[in-house]
């Protein structure tokens, strides 16, 4: 089983729309959580941390389920500017603070 | 802030040739990554150094890869003699110290293609 876990897609929706993904995680000791954002040949560029209480950035919610290992991220209202690839990232908390990339979700919207 | 900054941007080289990328992490940043993103995977974490020490190389291929940081500033990668499945960018990333919470900044990377 894969440390970090993830939908790749395409998730295909029209502008206006909200989609969500999720992800899930194997190791219970994990600490800290986040998505990145990826655009196509560019590097990757943090979106947001995602805290136990769950937490909201504009048109964008993330949340954290530790008993189900899972974390989701909530996009309201989708731009054309939001198409990219989205990373679900986790930190293995075992001292060495290893990030853990998924293999990301393809989100592309459309006119 | 200067960003971390990678080089060269692009290589082309045949298989069983050697290559060596380039990183400057930000300045203060303890913390240095070297990842593989293979085309459409996320990126693998290949070593991490914390200053000058390796803090994880578990998935460095280490009969070919070899990677250092001297000074406990930039870093290099290596790779001697690559292979076709080799083919990839690679992304430094840094990082300050701290508790394991903190952003990865990455570099533009150096996309790698093997024939």
């Known amino acids: 089983r894969k440390e970090v876990e993830q939908d790749p897609g395409p998730f295909n929706v029209p502008e206006g729309a909200t989609v969500a993904f999720n992800c899930t995680y194997s190791?219970?000791?994990?600490?800290?959580f986040f998505w990145y954002r990826q655009d196509c040949r560019k590097e990757p560029k943090l979106l947001m941390s995602?805290?136990?209480s769950g937490n909201e950035d504009g048109r964008f919610t993330a949340q954290l389920n530790r008993a189900s290992q899972y974390i989701s991220l909530l996009i309201r209202d989708s731009k054309l500017s939001d198409s990219a690839t989205y990373l679900c990232?986790?930190?293995?908390?075992?001292?060495?603070?290893?990030?853990?990339f998924g293999t990301g979700t393809r989100l592309k919207v459309l006119a | 802030e200067a960003g971390v900054a990678q080089s060269p941007r692009y290589k082309i080289i045949e298989k069983r040739q050697s290559v060596a990328f380039w990183c400057n992490p930000i300045?203060?940043?303890?913390?240095l990554y070297w990842y593989q993103q293979i085309l459409g995977q996320g990126p693998k974490l290949l070593i991490q150094?914390?200053?000058?020490?390796?803090?994880?190389d578990s998935q460095l291929p280490k009969d070919r890869f070899s990677a250092e940081r001297l000074k406990g500033v930039d870093s290099t990668l290596k790779i001697q003699p690559a292979k076709l499945e080799d083919s990839a960018v690679y992304l430094c990333?840094?990082?300050?110290?701290?508790?394991?919470?903190?952003?990865?900044?990455f570099g533009s990377g150096t996309q790698l293609s093997v024939l």
């Open positions: 995602v805290y136990s």
């Open positions: 990232v986790v930190n293995s908390g075992s001292g060495t603070y290893k990030y853990i």
């Open positions: 990333a840094s990082s300050r110290p701290g508790q394991g919470g903190e952003k990865l900044f």
């Open positions: 190791n219970s000791a994990s600490q800290s």
């Open positions: 300045s203060g940043h303890a913390t």
């Open positions: 150094f914390q200053n000058n020490g390796v803090v994880d």
